[in-house]
């Protein structure tokens, strides 16, 4: 038996190892690395007054290694350590570890390519059945996983799906789960641990990062992955492959802790969205004399903020716009028709229409324009009709469409939003989606577009945003609360025409009956309006 004193450990902590291995041989030993790192470094954060061992720290004074083995050409394969860690009233903390390092989970999500993209239908996940002899069985069923080899943890995963599943995935086309879900890599008690799982904390430093990879194959090309043979055969690896409904995957893995925390974390992932509304060119272009504004000014905490944000926890961005149909507007009640504006004809004269707006302010009379302000007034009757035509700032003219109607420009997204929308329907996890709406709220009746898509893909929170807040927004925030979603209104990307009052009133309700109310932009908590 060899040792050595750690350098520069305060206080001294001593080493003791085998013959058959060196200090030089240990220290260099990733594993041993990084849990000697992690240990250290959560041992220190006990000097903050607020750390539950603050008055009586542990100090690290001992590390017996007490076996090895060994991989091809000498290369430590695998240490058991006891450590002792002990404060001053003689208190320890239980020391053993079985030293192996990280290894990678691989959830395998596969889908014919002859069913509608951005759904959920007919997905499959490959598992992998093989021998676990420390488990007692030759026929262990579990995503696929392999231990780390140096390189990167999405380089390993990328060739461990090849080694075992034969299907090649490009680095890129890898998405991390456990660090998307992990924010930030230092935890609120200052500690720093890998962005991954671990499977056995309580024995073994194994720590797991669960990636997911979403393929859509020719359907014959997914039947060749059953009963598969794969996986190394001159190291010993005998594989068989089995593919299961994704729906299904919680049980046919339920013995497999991987599994099931890749289960959870792709179902996590999925249950939030960020939901934007009505940021389209009829509210936010200027085009229609639309000047900068509170909505703009949501539109650019969008764009800054919370996009990248969602995009970045894998969180789903889903666009909720006015779109009307022919069929909407013969069907529509007189109330809804004239939300924006509508046009009347004065009793007993035929002749003599009156438009008026939402408010009922008459705004045209007899074919002539009532000014505003010394200018003349851009007057709508009602969804469906004409927007005319209008000038782009580029000096060319166009046909704005029907008001609100599909397909129509005025019903586009605005174009700032529009380039970022389409961008996120390139992702491969998590695609953007755009819903069409035919009431001021998105989720007004039993059954709508965006109710049945929340329903199918199982969202369960909203993060609420668009204009107008206390409309739109307000409309559909609250059907989603009695409808038992859990509503989050981001009250700085969601923004009014309507005077301040009604802001600040949607804004306390959110807050105090339908949900919560919060702020992506962290530099204005403190703003006077939000006292």
Sequence with gaps: MASFVLADSTPECTVYHPDSLTKERILSFSPFKTWLSSIQHSLSTQKELSHTFHHAPYQLRKIDVQAVDFFGKGRIGFLKLQTEIINDKGETLPGAVFMRGGSV??????????????T??????ILAIQPR???????????????????????????????????????????????????????????????????????????????????????????????????????GEKITLKLVPLKDLWKEGARDGKTLAAWALYSGLKAEALVIIDMQNFFLSPAFGRKRGAGHDACDKLVKYAIPAARKAGIRVVWVNWGLTPKDIEEMPAAVSRAFGFEAVVEGNETQRVAVDKHGNVKHLGGHVLLENGAAGVVFRGLGSSCGTITMPSGSEIDAGGLLMTDSWNAALYPPLDAIYLEGTKLPHNPDVLIPKNRMSGLWGASTPLSDFLEKEGIKTLLTTGVNTDQCVGGTFMDAFSKGYDCVLLSDGAATTSPQFAQDCFEYNAANTFGFAALFDFNNMYRNDRD
């Design 120 to 125: 959920e239908d007919d997905k499959h996940a």
């Design 105 to 118: 989970g691989m959830l395998i999500v596969l889908q014919p390519d002859d069913v509608e993209k951005g």
């Design 133 to 235: 002899v420390a488990g007692g069985s030759l026929a262990f069923v579990e995503i696929p996983a392999g231990m780390l080899d140096g390189g990167t943890f999405s380089g390993g995963a990328a060739k461990e799906i090849e080694e075992e599943t034969g299907l090649k995935v490009k680095e890129s086309e890898l998405i991390d789960m456990t660090a998307l879900a992990i924010a930030d890599s230092e935890d609120a008690n200052g500690e720093k641990l890998p962005k991954a799982m671990y499977p056995s904390p309580g024995g073994c430093d194994e720590y797991i990062p669960l990636f997911l990879v979403e393929k859509r194959i020719p359907r014959a090309q997914m039947e060749e992955f059953r009963g598969k043979l794969t996986g190394l055969r001159e190291e």
